[in-house]
């Protein structure tokens, strides 16, 4: 069955620091790999997309991600943190079924400190 | 990029009584729709997918007779949180996404408290 794995439950990091929140999935075949940022009380917003092509794939707000099928991973990098990136941080898989489900980690807390 | 409305953002509502939620895709149609709820600090979980014209698929475990989904246009689908009680209190997510579409699109989420 498809899953995601996101293994850091909160991560805590300095302003201006880098960051890199893991995710990895399982899946049979080749997937489609989403990081979502939600802000307290707020929806989610799309960071950024997998589907196919090039694996270093460029999001908002300065995110990027990697996909790296060896390791079945899909993790998400800033190169310099700003306050306002404390939020929640979900990665997701798109289902096989073509459904257009999606299946979420279980996220990841930003606390970023001054 | 699309947008994805839900109505109300908050209600509160007293045990017993029916409350309805809506989910409007405001400039696409939206074929498919997706109902979420998320307890505090937890991650998304999919209650049911709803294709425009057609019956709501439920995940298991998700009673279809208590959280009823309408998606009777292309633009809007409802979920009535029928005799909500306490344990109905949560914060109800929709998403939508469109023919040809390869993403989900969210809406800003609904707080649903039931005293």
């Known amino acids: 069955a498809q899953s995601v794995t996101q293994p850091d439950i909160h991560i805590t990091v300095s302003e201006g620091a880098s960051l890199e929140l893991r995710c990895n999935y399982s899946y049979g075949a080749t997937p489609y790999l989403f990081w979502y940022v939600q802000s307290p009380g707020q929806g989610l917003q799309l960071l950024l997309k997998?589907?196919?092509?090039?694996?270093l794939v460029q999001g908002i707000k300065g995110f990027e991600a990697e996909f790296k099928r060896s390791q079945s991973s899909f993790n998400l990098r800033k190169p310099s943190v700003h306050w306002s990136d404390a939020a929640e941080y979900f990665c997701a898989v798109g289902a096989s079924d073509s459904s257009y489900k999606l299946i979420f980690g279980s996220g990841t807390r930003l606390l970023v400190r001054p | 990029g699309a947008v994805v409305s839900q109505h109300p953002s908050r209600v509160i509502c007293k045990s017993g009584t029916s409350v309805k939620i809506e989910c409007r895709s405001l400039?696409?149609?939206?074929?498919?729709m997706f109902w979420y709820r998320q307890f505090p600090k937890q991650s998304l979980m999919l209650m049911a997918t709803?294709?425009?014209?057609?019956?709501?698929?439920?995940e298991q475990g998700v009673e279809k007779d208590k959280f009823l989904i309408n998606h009777a246009s292309l633009t809007l689908s409802t979920l009535t949180v029928t005799s909500a009680h306490p344990e109905d209190s949560s914060f109800y997510i929709c998403?939508?996404?469109?023919?040809?579409?390869?993403?989900?699109?969210f809406g800003p989420g609904t707080r649903l408290t039931v005293t």
């Open positions: 997998y589907f196919s092509g090039d694996t």
């Open positions: 709803s294709n425009e014209g057609s019956k709501a698929t439920y």
């Open positions: 998403s939508a996404t469109g023919q040809g579409a390869n993403e989900q699109y």
């Open positions: 400039d696409f149609q939206a074929t498919t």
